[in-house]
């Protein structure tokens, strides 16, 4: 077995122990897991029959056990187990109606089906409303929503890194591009597409319905399939003729506002075909939602790129030293890395005292001798006090590089309150970038009540630059926030808050959300050299 499939069977097995219901700290355990797995140089199949597997970082004695059973029997029992008992494809169906997971069990049970198209049978004879607690409305519901599946959407998005990873792997597997809205990098992916050229559609379809990402097909006609992931989330396919596959990509790509106001299409083979007829430059796809006929500005690239200013290590909750998070920064191709732990305030990890701040600053400078000339710089990510003091003193600050002031604690200030707070923060003369200025995480919890034009107009006073935190389930500023930082006349400054090595790698999703909020390179810091950035406390 190869570390891929190796980590697609952990994956599987973190699915179903969701699905389940179980302990989620032993759901993230197995993700972490897979996540290490797919990223290691080495076979992890070789490593496991050595005895050896827990040199691997997250693999500890029972995620180790269940790799040597994989290994050895080529499958985890009681993941098969689950997989019997629990029919995924009927869950991934029932999550796509809006029923969680044991709803969709009791709803399989008391019907006594097994899969989705039994289920679908079920429905069509109108055997729903015997079961209990299902009476003519929510049977009109669930009928309703089954007879929609021809416009796919999701309840809840999938983060954008869970995306990439599904689409890409299914995009590899039938040999097509990406689209959808992964394509165009949204912050929440609802609509997740593939497309294909073939001539011969049927070989095409059928190796997609049986891709373990696809649990169950909603929908099937001649050139076009809807699945849905074991999220309920849906995932179109569409093989396209040769010669029309440019259109169809800009289709699948959207945004449907943006495709809309293009209409009618061209047919071409090849997107640059397509808006070559149409007579409009070609588009990137960050830039697709909404509709645009322009001539599209140069946007950022990750290569523009030259240093990141926000990581963590483990002085506070990051997972690596400061020399080998500079060490994997150097390596990645940047010339700087600012050191950014956390500040006591922040509560739940531990932050630095002032003491930690000097004795940290003698690390960061044996870490220079070693790595020059790549710059590690002294930074810290400042919390913001609910009065809006910062939680180190200028005397401590003044000594830095680079500072970072962040709302972790008491973000469910009034809107009026917490402006003001940010506002008192931004004052501070040593402060240069504000981080994930609106403090919500995708999914899970809203923006803060800031006003966020007022803290556009106060950061511009005062030479502060505004964050696109690249963390997938942050992703803040957003693209439309961007767009109105940079309007607002701001610089952004693209950073990872990288908690590990591996983290230096979502750059991209900074990157990718700055593109979306129409930035080019001169609109971030940290295009710039080091120099330029050092030279003095403000931009
Ligand atoms: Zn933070
Ligand atoms: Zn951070």
């Not at 021809?150 to 792997?169: D, F, K, Q, S, T």
């Not at 990402?213 to 929908?219: D, I, P, R």
């Not at 630095?352 to 000339?373: F, K, M, S, Y």
């Amino acid at each position: 077995m190869d570390n891929r499939e190796i980590a697609d069977r952990l994956d599987a097995f973190a699915t179903l122990l969701e699905l389940v219901e179980a302990n989620p700290y032993t759901t993230r355990a197995y993700r972490r897991a897979a996540e290490t797995i797919r990223g290691a140089p080495t076979p992890v199949e070789e490593l496991v029959r050595a005895g050896r597997a827990r040199r691997l970082r997250g693999i500890g004695p029972g995620i180790e056990t269940r790799l040597r059973e994989l290994v050895e029997t080529g499958e985890i029992a009681e993941l098969a187990e689950l997989e019997r008992e629990l029919a995924p494809d009927l869950i991934g169906l029932g999550r796509y109606l809006g029923l969680g997971a044991k709803r969709s069990l009791e709803l399989a049970r008391a019907l006594d089906v097994r899969t989705a198209g039994e289920l679908r049978d079920a429905a069509a004879e109108g055997r729903l409303r015997s079961v209990p607690g299902i009476g003519p409305k929510i049977e009109a519901q669930l009928l309703e929503a089954l007879a929609r599946e021809a416009e796919p959407r999701a309840r809840e998005g999938l983060l954008l890194n869970r995306a990439l990873e599904l689409v890409h792997g299914v995009a590899e597997a039938v040999g097509g591009e990406v689209a959808g809205d992964v394509r165009r990098w949204r912050d929440s992916c609802e609509h997740l597409a593939v497309v294909c050229a073939a001539p011969d559609p049927l070989p095409v379809l059928e190796r997609f319905a049986s891709l373990p990402q696809v649990v169950a097909l909603v929908e099937q006609s001649e050139r076009r399939a809807l699945g849905v992931t074991v999220e309920g989330v849906p995932l179109e396919l569409v093989a396209a003729q040769p010669e029309q596959l440019g259109t169809v990509l800009v289709r699948a790509t959207g945004s449907a506002e943006y495709v809309a106001a293009l209409e009618p299409l061209p047919t071409a083979a090849d997107e640059e075909g397509v808006y070559r007829e149409l007579g409009v430059p070609w588009c990137p796809p960050e830039l697709r939602d909404q509709p645009f006929r322009g001539e599209p500005p140069m946007l950022v690239e990750p290569k523009d790129i030259r240093g990141d200013l926000h990581c963590h290590t483990t002085w506070s909750d990051g997972r690596a030293s400061v020399e080998e998070m500079g060490r994997a920064a150097r390596d990645r191709g940047s010339e700087y890395l600012a050191i950014c732990d956390h500040t006591p305030a922040v509560g739940a990890v531990r932050g630095l005292t002032p003491d930690d701040v000097r004795r940290q600053a003698e690390e960061i400078a044996a870490a220079n001798g070693v790595l020059a000339p790549f710059r590690v710089l002294r930074g810290i990510e400042c919390d913001i006090l609910p009065d809006g003091r910062l939680d180190l003193p200028d005397d401590v600050l003044a000594e830095l590089d680079w500072v970072q002031a962040s709302v972790h604690g008491g973000q469910r200030m009034p809107r009026q309150e917490m402006t003001k707070r940010v506002e008192e923060a931004l004052r501070n003369p040593y402060v240069r970038c504000l981080s994930h200025p609106t403090g919500r995480y995708i999914n899970r919890r809203p923006e803060n009540a800031l006003d966020l034009a007022r803290a556009f107009e106060v950061a511009l006073e005062e030479g502060v630059a505004v964050e696109v935190n690249g963390l997938p389930d942050r992703l803040d500023l957003r693209g439309e926030h961007v767009r109105d930082a940079l309007q607002a006349g701001l610089q952004i400054v693209c950073s990872t808050d990288s908690h590990s090595v591996r983290g230096l790698a979502n750059m991209t999703l900074s990157v990718a959300t700055a593109r979306r909020g129409w930035a080019t390179p001169a609109d971030v810091l940290n295009t710039r050299p080091l120099e330029s950035i050092l030279g003095g406390n403000r931009l």
